[in-house]
């Protein structure tokens, strides 16, 4: 991933090292060299781990372990100069396709149907932002503490929109006293109602008969203050009819705002950064640990 891109100034070090090595006539700078590289590459992204919990809010274990690093225990045997000594760091593929956009050098913009909930949804060209306290009103989605919603929550829910919109009236339509879903697209002025907070998908409220849902209207009745409210209308036959009066027992609410994309900080960057350029700075020591080492193997073998 491109954003991984990091310049660290290990020259001095390893020329300090190189020269010290020479001085003692002890052969092998190449490979402690690449030894030495790895082990940075491990700090590196040992101190971004740790600090995780302090980029993202509730990281799930993919992102809490996304990056990676090569050990290449066949070029630490075959390094032969210093220009072949390296060390790799990666992140997985799965992760990279959300971590991509908090990575690099400025805001990075997601475009719909890249990554996230809104795949389970018809419309692939659009965001889907949850909006949780609605989803937890309706029942519709149970957003974990950390407010994110479940694939099989949104599959659930882009599954009722896909459905369509019906009026849900009581005693006509399957399901009337429960909540219902239907979307509005961007550009769609003609359901746009008193409700309307954006383009997305909207939960359609459970019907009731008034004098039953409606608490304060049910208490009169039982007061003696009112009788139950009707609705009179006439049938195709021309057959006049009366029914008790049904009425929502709520209002439309928004579940997920459709937006074209989004725009995130590369909020990821700073402590990457801040983890290469600490972990660079042990390399001196890592090479002068190699020299030790080497000193000492050489000690050994005269005795």
Do not use: C
């Amino acid at each position: 991933m491109s954003g991984l891109s990091v310049k660290v100034d290990l020259a001095d070090a390893v020329r300090e090292a190189q020269a010290a090595f020479e001085a003692f006539a002890v052969d092998r700078f190449p490979r402690a060299l690449q030894f030495g590289l790895t082990g940075v590459a491990i700090e590196a992204v040992n101190l971004f781990r740790r600090d995780i919990p302090n980029i993202w809010h509730a990281p799930n274990p993919a992102t809490r372990d996304a990056l990676r690093y090569v050990v290449d225990k066949d070029l630490l045997g075959k390094v032969a100069a210093v220009g072949e000594a390296k060390a790799e760091v990666f992140v997985q593929d799965l992760p990279s396709v959300w971590l991509k956009y908090s990575f690099g050098q400025g805001p990075q913009r997601r475009e719909g149907g890249d990554v996230g909930i809104e795949a389970y949804f018809g419309d692939q060209s659009t965001i889907k932002v949850p909006v949780t306290a609605n989803l937890q009103r309706t029942g519709l989605a149970m957003p974990g503490a950390n407010g994110k919603v479940s694939g099989r929550d949104a599959k659930r829910v882009a599954r009722l929109a896909a459905a369509g919109y019906s009026r849900n009236t009581a005693g006509a339509t399957k399901g009337s006293g429960s909540w219902g879903v239907f979307e509005i697209k961007p550009g769609d002025t003609t359901r746009q109602h008193g409700f309307y907070t954006g383009p997305g998908i909207y939960a359609r409220p459970p019907r009731v008969v008034a004098a039953v849902g409606r608490k304060r209207v049910a208490r009169a009745i039982k007061a003696g203050r009112r009788t139950a409210p009707t609705t009179s209308f006439t049938r195709a036959s021309g057959r006049s009819v009366t029914v008790p009066k049904v009425v929502n027992n709520d209002r439309p609410r928004q579940l997920f705002l459709s937006s074209s994309q989004g725009e995130y900080e590369p909020v990821a960057t700073p402590s990457w950064e801040d983890a290469m350029e600490r972990a660079g700075k042990t390399l001196a020591d890592r090479l002068a640990g190699e020299l030790a080492d080497r000193l000492d193997h050489r000690a050994r073998k005269r005795r």
